[in-house]
């Protein structure tokens, strides 16, 4: 929940006054940034190769009112094949949130996602930091996790599941290649990597607290450049 709502702020900062936008979310999990877009005017179409979690995007689909209901469509399919699925400039705007590190070459993919962006476009992505990569294990005193991590782009992540990290001068020299240079960047999670989601405070005020301290930590060094996440945010001249 914590990340959501970080990254939706801060992608709702990047697309304020806009309506109406073609949004592509590329491996939309169970929906949430798709429904807050397709909430705010914008229509949406999720992709997702998982049936259970793409279930639950189409549940959470069902519950909201049908002004929202008929801007988004879900779909079942191949991420790492979205230039397949669409034509270059179908859309104004395409999330590829947490799908990266899956990937050992993620240029392939992110090349596919800039043909399919209109000028003008906005690509947002999601990695994991690698320049703060022994900050995790580190603060849980993992300390042969936290020295194998300053020099490794490798981790496991909270799924169990191996994984790889971005720096970001890298992801910025592969964007601006692909002629969607880095327009903001924002640091995600600074304080909280080591919180699971269902531990966030349940008091209101605490939570908005918590919320309000991330947001300012993610826009500003020295504290985004040591956030557990990225969200990079480029854009199509």
């Known amino acids: 929940m914590v990340r959501q709502e970080l990254v939706a702020r801060q992608l709702g900062a990047q697309l304020a006054g806009l309506d109406g936008l073609r949004v592509l ?24 190769p998982d049936p259970v979690t793409l279930g639950a995007a189409q549940a959470a689909l069902a519950a909201e ?20 699925w669409f034509g270059p400039r179908s859309f104004d705007v395409v999330l590829c949130h947490g799908v990266l590190p899956y990937l ?27 320049e703060a990569l022994a900050m995790r294990p580190g603060l849980t005193g993992d300390w042969r996790t936290a020295l194998e991590s300053f020099d490794s782009t490798r981790f496991t992540n909270r799924l169990g599941l191996p994984a790889r ?19 903001h960047w924002y640091g995600v999670r600074v304080f909280t990597d080591t919180t699971p989601d269902h531990q966030a405070p349940v008091d209101g005020r605490q939570l908005a607290q918590l919320l309000d301290a991330e947001e300012r930590a993610g826009q500003q060094d020295p504290y985004r450049r040591v956030a557990a996440l990225l969200h990079v945010v480029g854009a199509k001249p």
């Open 165 to 183: 990290a971005d720096r970001l001068a890298d992801l910025s020299t592969t964007l601006r290649d692909i002629a969607v240079p880095v327009r």
């Open 65 to 84: 009112p049908e002004e929202v209901r008929v801007r988004v469509q879900l779909l079942g399919g191949d991420c790492y094949q979205v230039g397949r």
């Open 104 to 130: 050992s070459d993620p240029d392939p993919m992110l090349a596919s996602l800039a043909r399919l962006l209109a000028p003008g476009g906005v690509l947002s992505l999601v990695v994991r930091n690698a």
């Open 25 to 48: 979310d590329v491996g939309c999990g169970q929906g949430t940034q798709a429904l807050r877009l397709a909430r705010a005017g914008h229509l949406v179409t999720g992709l997702d």
